[in-house]
């Protein structure tokens, strides 16, 4: 199974539930029958789309507290939903380590997206990261920090380390 094969499924679906105002169960059945996205990646697709969906107020709220210059509807359509998909993992799936997530989604937002939006993506996951490192709770339970320079790696402040190639979750 393709974990990243997985969350770029995802985020098309994203991108349509976002920008169509598709329900997100046909967006799922629409992108796996027109991708023909092979059935050991639907699961972990699923589970992000699902959730992510479910939990969408908060992880927009979560965001939003971080990046506090960039209101949701300013930023990228791409690069909302990656971050989106990402926050869903950092705070709802603790089977996932938190590096491959942001690693994931820097790479999405690199491939998708651009170099830029990789390290706006880093900057806003960075600080959520670096404070559920820290403090060592879910991310809800606390306020976080506003996110500052974009060009400091807030990653690796929370100990998050690149991903050797082919290294994936």
């Not at 380590?97 to 880093?122: D, H, M, Q, T, W």
């Not at 709770?137 to 690149?162: H, N, R, Y």
Request: a negative charge; proline letters at 5%; aromatic letters at 6%.
């Amino acid at each position: 199974m393709s974990r990243r094969l997985s969350r770029e499924t995802a985020l098309q679906v994203m991108f349509q539930v976002d920008m169509a105002k598709a329900e997100p169960d046909a967006a799922i059945s629409y992108t796996f029958e027109e991708f023909a996205v092979p059935e050991a990646s639907q699961n972990f697709a699923r589970r992000l789309v699902v959730g992510t969906v479910a939990h969408l107020p908060q992880i927009d709220q979560t965001i939003q507290s971080v990046a506090k210059e960039w209101n949701m509807e300013r930023m990228a359509n791409v690069d909302r939903n990656i971050l989106r998909l990402a926050v869903y993992e950092l705070l709802y799936c603790p089977d996932i380590p938190p590096n491959v997530a942001v690693n994931e989604a820097i790479e999405l937002a690199k491939i998708y997206s651009g170099e830029e939006a990789g390290r706006f993506v880093n900057g806003i996951l960075g600080v959520l990261a670096t404070a559920q490192n820290n403090q060592g709770i879910a991310l809800e339970d606390k306020p976080l920090p506003e996110m500052q320079d974009m060009a400091v790696s807030k990653t690796e402040e929370a100990g998050i380390k690149p991903l050797a190639k082919g290294d994936q979750t």
